[in-house]
């Protein structure tokens, strides 16, 4: 079966500090990834997604970003955070669009002070 | 642009009461339409959805019904249980999309 790690679950870091997110899928190949941010308050907002290897689609301009050095291997940097980057940042895989259900990792709870 | 609007929460219901989350949304095209749960500690997993105009979705008791011209899917169950306290998600996806587009979520607390 499939699973989706994603860590650390909570992460608190100063203003300007680096970030890096890391999020693993097993049991499957060649996923369609997804980084996901929740603001307070707000709905998901997709941040990256990415179909294969090295290829990545970024949503919104921002401070961050993201790469995919292996097929189930998603990261989630930034070289310098800011007090805006603090949110709950959520990886997810599917397998196509059509195929309509995306499987989300637990979570990481960021707090930029 | 697509967009999803769901109620603010928190809900706080007492078991065996009905439950209706509402969610509308806008959108170009035609949108599948879907709810998302996120039960204490775990990731978002899917509850149900809806493909087209009129379907409707149902899962764990839980139902929802694509209203076109409302623009709507809310959310019911007849009788709520302490186990179902989530948050609860809606989202669409537009045509082939890769993007889902969430609402902002809605916590819903059962109390025995």
């Known amino acids: 079966s499939q699973t989706i790690h994603q860590w650390p679950a909570t992460l608190v870091q100063p203003v300007g500090s680096p970030l890096s997110l890391e999020c693993t899928v097993e049991g499957t190949s060649n996923p369609n990834l997804y980084w996901y941010r929740q603001a307070a308050g707000r709905g998901l907002q997709l941040l990256f997604y990415?179909?294969?290897?090295?290829?990545i689609s970024s949503e919104v301009p921002q401070n961050l970003s993201a790469s995919r050095p292996q097929d189930r291997q998603f990261i989630l940097s930034s070289k310098k955070l800011l007090l805006s980057d603090s949110g709950f940042y959520l990886c997810a895989w599917g397998r196509d669009p059509q195929s309509e259900k995306l499987f989300f990792g637990s979570g990481t709870q960021l707090s930029v002070l | 642009g697509n967009s999803v609007t769901q109620m603010e929460g928190p809900v706080t219901l007492s078991e065996e009461a009905f439950l209706t989350i509402n969610c509308t949304y806008t959108a170009t095209g035609y949108p599948s339409l879907f709810w998302y749960v996120q039960y204490p500690g775990e990731g978002l997993q899917l509850l149900l959805k809806a493909t087209k105009a009129d379907d409707k979705g149902s899962n764990k008791g839980f139902e929802a019904t694509y209203r076109k011209e409302t623009t709507s899917f809310h959310l019911e169950k007849g009788s709520v249980q302490v186990s179902d306290s989530a948050v609860y998600f809606c989202a669409l996806r537009v045509d082939s999309s890769y993007k889902l587009i969430f609402g902002s979520g809605t916590r819903l607390l059962v109390r025995p």
């Open positions: 990415s179909v294969g290897i090295g290829q």
